[in-house]
């Protein structure tokens, strides 16, 4: 059976993360969360004294960093320099941080090569908001999440309820609305979704349901594949 190489793009809340893993658990693929990365720079940034707008430095913290990403019962536990900061990263603060730094050209080059090398031999699904443009422009497999402002913040809001940390609706929805402009509108690798690219909006839908989508999509294109080999 051919290893594919899944792409899954889309904005914040949008139902990527939750997606990935479960489908990557059902396949046997490697998952690869590379807004995980991303947020572990801004807290390294954070821990190391790092202003978010010196382009220069970040580049560099991110070059000499060491992001190990490794699954676990629990999901992907995030390993900086071998510190698990798998909670640490996931506050709002280090969310808003992710974004900014995710701007830095710098920072997008070291990662995306990293993100290369992970996922090279296939077998792999990847999550992110350019993963299907430019990560993996010939990624077997793309798909381009999305959902309603309101939605995404509703959820991202329960979430960070779920996880003990204290937040406020509007200004989740504030959060989102500007990480979507920041991420829309830099310049280098904005999100966008790719030509080829299968749109879902996941407003107003379960988990389960999406799920089974993609997953027919990736059985229709393997059953192809198998046909094709004979």
Do not use: C
């Amino acid at each position: 059976m051919t290893r594919l190489t899944i792409a899954i793009d889309g904005p914040s809340g949008s139902g990527k993360s939750t997606l990935g893993k479960r489908l990557a658990k059902a396949l046997g693929y490697l998952y690869i969360d590379t807004g995980a990365m991303y947020r572990a720079v801004a807290w390294k940034a954070g821990q190391a004294g790092v202003a978010l707008d010196d382009e220069a430095a970040l580049a560099r913290l991110a070059e000499a960093m060491n992001i190990q990403l490794k699954g676990s019962d629990e999901g992907v536990r995030v390993l900086v320099d071998g510190t698990d900061v798998s909670g640490e990263i996931r506050s709002p603060a280090v969310a808003q941080g992710a974004s900014k730094v995710s701007a830095v050209p710098g920072v997008r080059r070291v990662l995306v090569r990293r993100q290369q090398e992970m996922g090279r031999a296939g077998g792999v699904v990847m999550d992110g908001r350019d993963i299907g443009t430019v990560v993996f422009p010939a990624a077997e497999i793309k798909v381009f999440l999305d959902a309603s402002e309101s939605e995404r913040a509703r959820r991202r809001y329960l979430e960070d309820v779920a996880r003990g940390v204290a937040s406020d609706p509007a200004a989740t929805l504030h959060e989102i609305r500007q990480r979507d402009e920041r991420d829309r509108t830099r310049k280098d690798s904005p999100l966008v979704s790719a030509a080829d690219a299968v749109y879902i909006d996941t407003s107003g839908r379960d988990i389960e349901s999406v799920f089974r989508e993609i997953m027919r999509i990736v059985t229709e294109r393997q059953a192809k594949d198998v046909h094709r080999d004979r």
